[in-house]
């Protein structure tokens, strides 16, 4: 594996197989109540320049439970590319911590810390990847359906973060990857070329929902704005109007279609209640994985 974690584009097809067989294993260890501390004395420094629930307590009780420690810094402790570089962060942490964990705005300031560090840097959020994600999310859904062959994942709504994502899943693992967008709201066009290049099924973007959704084992969304963007959320509701995941939408996929969500969710706008708290919904499944698949993460590159 590569010395960082930025995007799934870095990894390969056999380091995805090789984190979730990881994966796997430390889940069943925590479940039968093993005690498995490889981390012991180490440190992970988080930086966070955006809020979060789950991917911030996902790595601290993660690295915890491996033996090691989070640092916790949030977004008005050290003014990263404020207060000082990005790059005299990252020479900085590297003197003081095993592994960097960041939530940043711009990609490229993830690049750079992880250019300037001597320590594995993991992305946890920026505006282009969010793969710790749908790494969790992949797991999830080859948990359920014991393959990722041929499973049609199809995403609803904003091509952002999370859309991007999964676009480079799809050019590693062999998942067949609707999107269904708004004009003006497609996902990232270069992400998209390259995965074109090498994804095994095709990743089709529609503009029409219940196109989209068509024989999906998997129904995804994520919120119309994402964090950075709040200041659009009017005009984006209006665009993403049709790009809900409702009942009638979960009724043109496959009968047992299982619905994924990242979280936080939004009632309401990009799925209804009904559909999140409904049979097909496995968000907390989904949510519960993050913490299982960045302890894989953490092990490999700490
Ligand atoms: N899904 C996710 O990353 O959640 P948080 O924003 O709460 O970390
Ligand atoms: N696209 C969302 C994901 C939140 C986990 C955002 O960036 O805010």
Redesign the pocket.
């Known amino acids: 594996m590569k010395k960082d974690f930025l995007s799934i584009a870095d990894l390969t097809t056999e380091d995805i197989d090789e984190i979730f067989d990881l994966t796997t294993e430390l889940k069943t260890k925590l479940k039968n109540g093993e005690i498995y501390e490889p981390l012991k004395g180490k440190t992970l420094a988080m930086i966070f320049q955006k809020?979060?629930?789950?991917?911030?307590i996902s790595f601290e009780a993660g690295i915890f439970q491996l033996g090691g420690h989070a640092i916790y810094l949030a977004p008005a402790d050290i003014g990263i590319g404020t207060r000082e570089p990005v790059a005299d962060i990252a020479r900085v942490l590297s003197r003081y911590n095993d592994g960097i964990m960041a939530r940043l705005y711009g990609h490229e300031d993830i690049e750079a810390l992880a250019k300037f560090s001597s320590i594995p840097v993991i992305n946890g959020?920026t505006d282009l990847t969010?793969p710790c994600?749908i790494m969790a999310d992949a797991f999830t859904i080859l948990e359920h359906r014991k393959t990722l062959k041929d499973i049609q994942v199809t995403f609803i709504g904003d091509g952002n973060n999370v859309a991007n994502s999964w676009i480079n899943f799809a050019a590693r693992q062999p998942i067949k990857l609707n999107l269904a967008c708004p004009e003006g709201y497609d996902p990232d066009p270069i992400v998209l070329k390259h995965a074109r290049e090498t994804a095994v099924n095709e990743i089709t973007i529609y503009r029409e929902p219940s196109d989209a959704a068509k024989g999906a084992d998997i129904l995804y969304t994520d919120v119309w704005a994402s964090m950075g963007q709040e200041h659009e959320a009017a005009e984006r509701e209006k665009a993403l109007a049709n790009y809900q995941i409702n009942d009638a939408l979960v009724a043109q996929a496959k009968p047992n279609v299982q619905v994924m969500h990242?979280?936080?969710a939004h009632r309401g706008l990009e799925i209804t209640d009904s559909v999140i708290e409904g049979p097909h919904s496995i968000v907390f499944d989904e949510a519960e994985n993050r913490m299982h698949v960045q302890k894989a993460l953490m092990v490999k590159l700490m």
């Open positions: 809020p979060s629930a789950r991917t911030r959020l969010h994600q990242c979280l936080p």
